[in-house]
């Protein structure tokens, strides 16, 4: 039994050091990942359907046709998520720092942050969209924008906000009390203390979590397709109800994984690259 | 020379648990008092509330004379005169050794950049720390930190300073060189509370000692006299149970 544990552990040992030594390592995983990924197309292109398939959604034709418009409509997926995320860096903190307020008269300020936050993180953002973009411009109230797109984007802000706002939050909780105390001790006040020592170091702590949000945010700008604004997904539905293909939803979202991808792998840079500060290795 | 610092029956409570029950000091200028006594007897709350990061429940506390601590005080401008180092040096990780100095300097004293760079500069020149200026407090030990918490403290340029057993939370061969950094403030003639567990630094440089039991000062008095004869029973078996657990 003992053996067999110390065969398990020397296994893994193994396998963890596999990963850090160069060359060898790095040979085997290629070799296993090929061997997978050629087993799995094989699968694939065997089964019944596939000619099918390939003709319906990856038809290099009909997406060669398609992306160039897609891309361009995807523009207006950038401009949405832009002013989305614009909006929700600020109005997230406002409700976060609204939340903070510990003194008795603040007593409405905190409760309107902690009802927005349960309601709009508690509304499925397609309802919003939805209900603000139809319901909105409905009013003919004047001076009140009456496009689809601006509404779409108030929408996804105000969704968007709620979990921002609790991100924030838990990234000033977890800057330690002890450091507010010391820059009070030194004579900064509260709103000095909160600017230049919690805030800083709190922002720090969230950005790995809100670039993870937005990364939410900007796949749901394709949300915004129910309001008849022409972005991606409208796009690709408009190509592909004029060629009978689907793959212009395909190239839909390679669109959104050309965007997706690279921030993806920016946040993980930022994590490794704040552990590593923290733990006092880089300069 | 003049009174820098008096408290006056002060009182503090945490719920019905009673930490400082009437206390009675008086610090004159350039004097170093060093606060001893077990945990839990109200050395670091009687610090804390001497720069009003606790309120006091009662009692007063004067400032060079004039009452602080009452409705209307305001709070900054007693905690920029009397600075305080704890014992978890607190340091600001998002910020140089540099930058962790001058932050109060520039915006709670409103120096210039410029100002408030020299001022550290000078003190990192002054503890010999100044390599490190651009470094930040995660790569220094645990001694370095402590010293950069101090300097932190004098760049506001306080008239008495507060420290809160700030060797306490070290390793035993990083305590040298911050029980160095305190003689040396002490032979600046830094007016100075120090709350502490090396015996040895009160008696070696302290000017009086004050032995606190369950909140309140059981004896006060010369160094030399306080721990060769003290005169209350509690003292002497404070000093015995230290001196058995070697340290004195």
């Known amino acids: 039994m003992d053996d067999l544990k110390g065969h398990r552990r020397s296994l893994i040992v193994s396998s963890l050091f596999a990963e850090r030594t160069g060359t060898r390592g790095a040979i085997v995983g290629t070799i296993a990942t090929i061997a997978v990924l050629v087993l799995v197309g094989w699968l694939i292109t065997r089964s019944s359907g596939w000619q099918v398939v390939q003709d319906q959604f990856l038809n290099w034709d009909v997406f060669s046709d398609s992306f160039p418009g897609i891309a361009g409509a995807f523009l207006t997926n950038v401009i949405i998520f832009l002013s989305a995320e614009a909006i929700v860096l600020v109005f997230g903190l406002l409700l976060a720092l609204m939340r903070s307020l510990r003194a008795p008269i603040f007593f409405p300020l905190r409760a309107f942050s902690v009802i927005y936050c349960d309601v709009f993180r508690g509304i ?160 | 020379m003049s009174v820098a610092l008096a408290t006056e029956g002060l009182v503090k409570r945490f719920g019905d648990r009673t930490v400082l029950d009437g206390i009675d000091i008086e610090l004159r200028e350039h004097e170093v008092l060093a606060l001893i006594g077990g945990s839990g007897s109200g050395k670091s709350t009687l610090l804390r509330c001497l720069n009003l ?56 004293l409103g120096l210039s950049r410029a100002e408030a760079d020299e001022r550290a500069h000078a003190l990192l020149e002054r503890f010999g720390l100044h390599d490190r200026a651009d470094d930040y407090p995660a790569s220094l030990s645990g001694g370095q930190q402590q010293r950069v918490a101090i300097m932190r403290a004098l760049a506001m340029e306080p008239e008495i300073l507060l420290l809160d057993e700030i060797t306490a939370a070290l390793d035993p061969v990083l305590v040298a060189e911050v029980l160095d950094t305190m003689r040396e403030l002490a032979q600046a003639g830094v007016t100075m509370i120090v709350a502490t567990h090396e015996m040895g630094f009160a008696r070696d440089v302290a000017h009086r000692v004050a032995f606190l039991k369950d909140g309140r000062i059981v004896e006060v008095g010369d160094p030399r006299q306080l721990f060769t004869s003290p005169t209350h029973p509690d003292t002497r078996e404070f000093l015995r149970r230290v001196t058995d657990a070697g340290r004195l």
């Open chain 1, 124 to 283: 499925p953002a397609i309802l919003l969209i939805y209900l603000l973009g139809f319901g909105a411009p409905a009013l003919q109230v004047t001076g009140i924008p009456r496009s689809p797109l601006f509404w779409g984007i108030v929408a996804l802000s105000l969704t968007w906000s709620a979990y921002v706002a609790e991100v924030y939050r838990a990234g000033m909780d977890a800057v330690p009390p002890t450091q507010e105390a010391a820059a009070r001790a030194l004579g900064l006040n509260r709103r000095q203390a909160m600017r230049l020592v919690v805030l800083p170091q709190a922002v720090r702590h969230v950005i790995p979590p809100l670039l993870n949000d937005f990364i939410g945010l900007q796949k749901d700008t394709a949300l915004i397709a129910v309001l008849g604004v022409v972005e991606a997904l409208r796009q690709a539905q408009l190509d592909s109800a004029a060629t009978f293909n689907f793959t212009p939803y395909v190239a839909a979202a390679v669109m959104f994984l050309l965007i997706t991808i690279p921030l993806t792998r920016f946040t993980d840079w930022m994590i490794s690259r704040d552990r590593r500060r923290r733990l006092g290795v880089a300069r």
């Open chain 2, 53 to 108: 990061l606790e309120t006091p429940d009662d009692g007063r506390i004067l400032l060079d004379g004039v009452e602080i601590g009452g409705p209307g005080t305001d709070l900054d401008a007693v905690r920029r005169r009397v600075g305080i180092v704890f014992q978890q040096y607190n340091l600001f990780p998002n910020l140089t050794v540099l930058r962790n100095i001058t932050l109060a300097p520039v915006h709670a």
